[in-house]
């Protein structure tokens, strides 16, 4: 039977549709010198760290002044950063995908103004509330994920490791010293909708032990079903617990099965994962999404655990600034972190960085152990 459609007109696609729908255009908010120009850029330049220009065929220029933001905002600094937009750029501005926030301006004398205005705004301790910065070859704002302020299964914090990181690199932020662009990447747990498994240095939250049962109330708080099924390794089963004198229907957990992933309490709130000596961090390095000089590669993990120090967590801070450091004095210019450690060897890339190597790193994924363990008598653990 064929599909007769009712009200569709195909000779007239538009007609009587509704094109309002969400939220309101993208290219109504262009600033009126890139509405004009889309599409007809020349080039681009960066001028100075954190100071870019784009030339337009027309002889257009536009200047964009990049300076760090935060994922979580206040309403005050939302505010403010509207006031600089409205007093220096005709109320445009942008926010990219790590993070930070770009002025744009259609004419070079506005630029040292606005510099002079951004680099004047400091919090009450002193620090820059708008530093700028993050382009070309140094590190850019690290995007990362919700951490303990929001989410309900990470291993560790978010923005606190961010912050603490941020604190030892920051230079890097406002220069642009290194080989090529390095960037750094948080997620708080392996679900990882921080997307570091594509970062020249990655912090990943990783817990260690399978979700603890809480008998008691598992199978009236929860569908037991929709736990089972929830698990991506089918670790979890269903069971019979005698509790308190009575038997109660629960789930059982395949521990050696288990990957710590959190899926199940997600589905099943007495199903908890985090646990205090448990959960720590995994340091990854090498990954990248440029496909320039080489292919687009995953991060390999180059420490297995270290564990929540808190509040400044300075073995991860200690071991990120000896890889940034290790990077900056010995790989060719051009050259991502990645490149630079498959050239040198994976090996040497750890005596460098002087990071101890386990069995615990050894990459056994993708392939058959046989293809990618080091044979050599040349490798030594």
Known sequence: ?????????????????????????????????????????????????????????????????????????????IREISEIAEKHCDGHLRFTTRNNIEFMVDDKSKVEPLKKDLAGRKFPGGSFKFPIGGTGAGISNIVHTQGWIHCHTPATDASGTVKATMDEVFKDFQ?????????????????????VHCSDIAILGYHRKPPMLDHEYLDKICEIPLAISSCPTGAIKPAKVEWKGETVKSVAVNNERCMFCGNCYTMCPSMPLSDKTGDGIVLMAGGKVSNRISQPKFSKVVVAFLPNDMPRWPKMTETITRMVETYATDARKYERLGDWAERIGWERFFDKCEIEFTHHLIDDFRDPAYYTWRQSTQFKF
């Not at 120009?37 to 065929?57: F, M």
């Open 175 to 195: 220069d642009m010293r290194l080989p090529a662009p390095l960037r750094i990447s948080m997620a708080c747990c392996l679900n990882m909708c921080g997307a």
């Open 1 to 77: 039977m064929a599909f007769i459609s009712s009200g569709y007109n195909t000779e007239k696609p538009m007609e009587n549709r509704i094109t309002d729908i969400g939220p309101i255009k993208y290219d109504n908010f262009y600033p009126p010198v890139i509405a004009k120009n889309k599409g007809k850029w020349l080039y681009h330049e960066i001028l100075e760290p954190g100071v870019l220009v784009h030339v337009a065929e027309s002889g257009d220029e536009v200047y964009t002044v990049r300076v760090g933001g935060a994922r979580l905002m206040s309403t005050g600094l």
